[in-house]
T-cell receptor
Framework: GQNIDQPTEMTATEGAIVQINCTYQ??????LFWYQQHAGEAPTFLSY??LDGLEEKGRFSSFLSRSKGYSYLLLKELQMKDSASYLC??????????WGAGTKLIIKP | IAGITQAPTSQILAAGRRMTLRCTQD?????MYWYRQDLGLGLRLIHY???????GKGEVPDGYSVSRANTDDFPLTLASAVPSQTSVYFC????????????FGPGTRLTVL
């Protein structure tokens, strides 16, 4: 079967760094996406990785290891507005997204 | 408008009633999707359409139907609602339906009693 695993909840301090991990097992692989979702709102796109390595975009970076079925999202210089759920999704061989349940990130002052 | 709109924002529905959730995009994207999001679960694909005139079944299609008469609109119909269809429904679109980014509408919160 297809499976995406990520922690249910994480807590971090404003100004710190946090790493959210995602492991996956899917039928085929056409890339891994990270989305941010604030409570009561729609998911919004953060990053896309299809090749191994680190992609940096401002305060956010995303890493992929296809051989290990593993990705992480790194958030630096945390701000209160980063309090949200972070969704990991893998695009399978049919170009359909398989979604993790999301990681709720709580930022404390 | 720019992006994806959904209507209604929220709805309370009696079991057994028919309901259509509306979705419109103005980005001229070829592909559109319907997902449901339930607490503790990832987004699950209900139906999708890679281009106007074609539709396909996702992971959880039972009890739902869709149509794609034109590029912009992708309505989702519940023929006879049941309480297990209580959920938040998101419509999304992407440019090609391949390995490209999906953009989401604001969602419809549906409660079936």
């Amino acid at each position: 079967g297809q499976n995406i695993d990520q922690p249910t909840e994480m807590t971090a301090t404003e100004g710190a760094i946090v790493q959210i991990n995602c492991t996956y097992q899917t039928s085929g692989f056409n890339g891994l996406f990270w989305y941010q979702q604030h409570a009561g709102e729609a998911p919004t796109f953060l990053s896309y990785n299809v090749l191994d390595g680190l992609e940096e975009k401002g305060r956010f970076s995303s890493f992929l290891s296809r051989s290990k079925g593993y990705s992480y999202l790194l958030l630096k210089e945390l701000q209160m507005k980063d309090s949200a759920s972070y969704l990991c999704a893998v695009m399978d061989s049919n170009y359909q997204l398989i979604w993790g349940a999301g990681t709720k990130l709580i930022i404390k002052p | 408008i720019a992006g994806i709109t959904q209507a209604p924002t929220s709805q309370i529905l009696a079991a057994g009633r028919r309901m259509t959730l509306r979705c419109t995009q103005d980005m001229r994207h070829n592909a559109m999707y319907w997902y449901r999001q339930d607490l503790g679960l990832g987004l699950r694909l209900i139906h999708y359409s890679n281009t106007a005139g074609t539709t396909g079944k996702g992971e959880v299609p039972d009890g739902y139907s869709v149509s794609r008469a034109n590029t912009d609109d992708f309505p989702l119909t519940l023929a006879s609602a049941v309480p297990s269809q209580t959920s938040v429904y998101f419509c999304a679109s992407s440019e090609t339906g391949g390995a490209d980014t999906q953009y989401f509408g604001p969602g419809t919160r549906l409660t079936v009693l």
